[in-house]
């Protein structure tokens, strides 16, 4: 009897080194002036967005459209200020996908001295339709959100 593989597991996993302090990468992650530029990013193409969330321990992520409403649902699972953040990130709009510890966005913030590194993984992107489609999508879009978090973070530097 052959022994059935489990699938392969999708991710983005991406980094990124900022001349910036931990604080003021946190402050561009977390922080509702900077997360309205960087989020615009993941509504190219489609509907705009903007994301709430008091970024505490339990409480809901929600990226919301012009109207208000919730396209993206999610809840922080782990927090360290500064350190770590992660959350889940359903789209509303597809059926929901059971959902592991490790699926969401995790965000790590490593200070490196004068530089500090900011790694994101997002997924498991395997538990959904087209999953390998909307990972490639993911990845692209994380390409441009890195680099306009870097600027943003640097730019509080000076």
């Known amino acids: ?10 991710f983005v996993d991406k980094s990124i080194e900022i001349n ?8 561009v992650l977390t922080e509702r ?10 509504s190219r193409g489609g ?12 409480e809901p992520v929600l990226w919301k ?11 922080v699972t782990k927090l ?3 350190r770590r953040l992660h959350f889940t990130a359903a789209d509303v709009r597809l059926p929901r996908p059971e959902l592991t510890a490790a699926d969401g966005i995790d965000c790590e913030i490593e200070d ?6 900011l790694h994101v993984r997002q997924g498991d992107f395997s538990t959904i339709e087209e999953g390998e489609k909307y990972r490639s999508l993911s990845d692209d879009i994380w390409s441009r ?10 730019a509080r530097v000076h």
């Not at 910036?20 to 402050?27: E, K, L, Y």
């Not at 509907?47 to 339990?58: A, M, Q, R, Y």
């Not at 490196?112 to 590194?117: A, D, E, F, L, V």
């Open 1 to 10: 009897m052959r022994k059935r593989r489990a699938p392969r597991r999708l």
């Open 20 to 27: 910036a302090r931990p604080s003021d990468v946190w402050s």
């Open 33 to 42: 002036a900077y997360t309205d530029q960087w989020a615009r990013e993941f």
């Open 47 to 58: 509907p705009e967005f903007h994301i709430e969330s008091s970024w505490k321990l339990g």
């Open 65 to 75: 459209d012009p109207d208000g409403r919730p396209l993206v649902e999610g809840v």
């Open 80 to 82: 360290k200020p500064q």
């Open 112 to 117: 490196r001295g004068r530089r500090t590194k």
């Open 145 to 154: 959100v890195l680099p306009r978090m870097k600027r943003m973070a640097e």
